[in-house]
Nanobody
């Protein structure tokens, strides 16, 4: 079974940038999503990329975050710019076709 492993989280000041990676242990095709869950809140959709490279974003991150994929490396990325304290959360990658989730990576935005 494919496993998903996120990396790239950490602490950053408001206005800063981070790039998250989601590496799959096998070939991944089709839709890949990023979600996030802040303390005390429900997990929420952040971004999606299809197998053909079409993308979609939550309103709260549109224009600041960019999702991309590198098929040769079975990896999906989330470039996060102009980060805000409200972006603080655990970020998860998700493979909807197989109902798979990664373990998450913590992103903290604070001064």
């Amino acid at each position: 079974q494919v496993q998903l492993v996120e990396s790239g989280g950490g602490w950053v000041q408001p206005g800063g940038s981070l790039r998250l990676s989601c590496a799959a242990s096998g070939n991944i095709v089709g839709i890949m999503d990023w979600y996030r869950q802040a303390p005390g809140k429900q997990r929420e959709f952040v971004a999606r990329i299809t197998g053909t490279g079409n993308t979609g974003y939550a309103t709260s991150v549109k224009g600041r975050f960019t999702i991309s994929r590198e098929s040769a490396k079975n990896t999906v990325y989330l470039q996060m710019n102009s980060l805000k304290p409200d972006d603080t959360a655990v970020y998860y990658c998700h493979l909807p076709m197989d109902l798979l989730w990664g373990q998450g990576t913590q992103v903290t935005v604070s001064s």
